[in-house]
């Protein structure tokens, strides 16, 4: 909750009896909405994820197709290098070709659903600001609990630390192409179980929706 109301819904760094008074509120203002929630409910939390073969090639790394899919073809995620000491590039954390055995990259893709998107347009579309304000942020912030629960899963089926295992999003310097989005929704065919499709600017529809890329290598870092 601090993070909910603190990030998505404005409170930023109060402190002492102002924080003290928008926590009274906003819990408040929370348990009216979980209760809204329970008799209809607008949020749809889902995910997909997957594990995949891979090996570097330079700046690029392929993915290979796994076991469930093996008609598959090789995509190629081709990743930007730091153009400043260290020079790092998200591919230095994956086995390179000629290895004696691939590495794996693991995909996830969570998503709130497509009631989430409706249920806050008509709330504006009602002039009812507020509201859509208040639910907006929650969308926002489920949106990336539901990613860091998927993160935590992915740590422990592949049994790493909490420290290990570092969660990369498109559109961000390390992975800034978008475009790459098309080929994170195919291969985890969220298209077919999540609904999920994306805008000419590579944009996932519906709106409350992440993806993301999660690297093992201990030395893997932001």
């Known amino acids: 909750r601090p993070a909910l109301y ?10 002492g009896e102002k924080w003290a008074q928008y926590q009274k509120d906003f819990d408040a203002r929370f348990e009216d909405m979980r209760a809204i929630m329970l008799k209809k409910a607008w949020l749809n939390p889902q995910a997909a994820y997957g594990y995949w073969p891979c090996f570097s090639d330079g700046n690029k790394i392929n993915i290979l197709p796994n076991a469930d899919s093996p008609e598959e073809k090789t995509i190629n995620l081709d990743l930007p290098r730091q153009n400043e ?7 230095d954390y994956f086995a390179p070709s000629g290895h004696i055995e691939n590495d794996v990259a693991a995909f996830q893709l969570v998503s709130m659903g497509n009631k989430a998107t409706q249920t806050i347009h008509e709330l504006q579309e009602q ?11 929650l969308a926002v912030q489920l949106t990336e609990a539901a990613a860091e629960f998927m993160h935590a899963r992915i740590r422990a089926e592949l049994h790493l630390s909490k420290k290990q295992g570092k969660r990369y999003s498109w559109g961000y310097e390390p992975i800034p192409d978008l475009s790459q989005h098309e080929e994170i929704v195919h291969i985890l065919k969220a298209k077919e179980n999540l609904g999920i499709d994306l805008t000419s600017a590579f944009q996932f529809i519906p709106e409350y929706s992440t993806a993301a890329l999660v690297v093992h290598h201990p030395n893997a870092r932001y």
């Open 6 to 15: 603190r990030i998505a819904w404005g409170v930023g760094k109060a402190r």
């Open 85 to 91: 000491s260290p020079f790092l590039c998200l591919s």
């Open 127 to 137: 002039d009812n600001l507020v509201e859509a304000y208040f639910a907006h942020g």
